[in-house]
């Protein structure tokens, strides 16, 4: 099977800070969208309260967890962790291990029910990431790009994806994409799409 080269980006200073800046403000822009929303809807729900009592209701994240553990595959694989702060937010760190690399990755995502359906979730979210790298790097079979001894690397990610509670036992599993922008100590960039696998214990 032929072994096809991922596509490497070489791109100056002033077109990296550029792109840093314009996804940051687009996905900040929709967080706090999604957040004044979250508010207006609370502060009704408590006038609403005043004049006649009303069911709460049901969580925007009906996944029934505050903190899961797991395992990540596919593209950046290795462990990850994920803790709700609210209903509808959570913080999720992934540590990518490979034999000859490592990563850290902090994420900020927000939760949409997803058809309806309890347990089943949308999120979608921004972050950034470390990584260090001495070899090459594989993502699904496909080498990718490579770092001397010693390069460093920083980046910006997103993340949108779609994961199910399992009502039965105490297990998430989510599909996902998480793509990043990297820049590298020797002056390179990266693009990468990221798709990730997970299996997580919740509690």
């Given at each position: 099977m032929t072994i096809r080269k991922s596509k490497r980006i070489v791109m100056n200073t002033k077109q990296i800070l550029s792109a840093f800046i314009l996804f940051?403000?687009?996905?900040?822009?929709?967080l706090a969208s999604d957040n004044k929303k979250d508010e207006k809807t609370e502060a009704e729900l408590s006038a609403s309260?005043?004049?006649y009592p009303v069911k709460p209701s049901l969580a925007i994240n009906t996944s029934s967890y505050n903190t899961a553990f797991g395992v990540r595959g596919l593209g950046t694989s290795g462990l990850t962790i994920k803790h709700f702060t609210s209903n509808s937010r959570a913080i999720e760190g992934i540590i990518g291990l490979w034999p000859s690399a490592l990563s850290a990755t902090i994420l900020f995502e927000r939760y949409v029910n997803a058809f309806d359906e309890p347990g089943?979730?949308?999120?979608?979210?921004?972050?950034?990431?470390?990584?260090?790298?001495?070899?090459?790097?594989?993502?699904?079979?496909?080498?990718?790009?490579?770092?001397s001894n010693g390069d460093f690397g920083v980046g910006i990610d997103g993340i949108f994806g779609l994961e199910y509670k399992i009502r039965e036992v105490p297990i998430a599993v989510s599909l996902?994409?998480?793509?990043?922008?990297?820049?590298?100590?020797?002056?390179?960039?990266y693009l990468a799409l990221d798709p990730g696998l997970g299996i997580k214990f919740t509690f």
């Open positions: 940051t403000f687009s996905i900040g822009g929709v309260s005043l004049h089943l979730n949308w999120y979608y979210g921004i972050g950034g990431h470390i990584a260090t790298q001495t070899d090459w790097v594989y993502y699904d079979g496909v080498r990718g790009y490579r770092r996902d994409v998480k793509p990043f922008l990297e820049v590298t100590t020797n002056g390179d960039a």
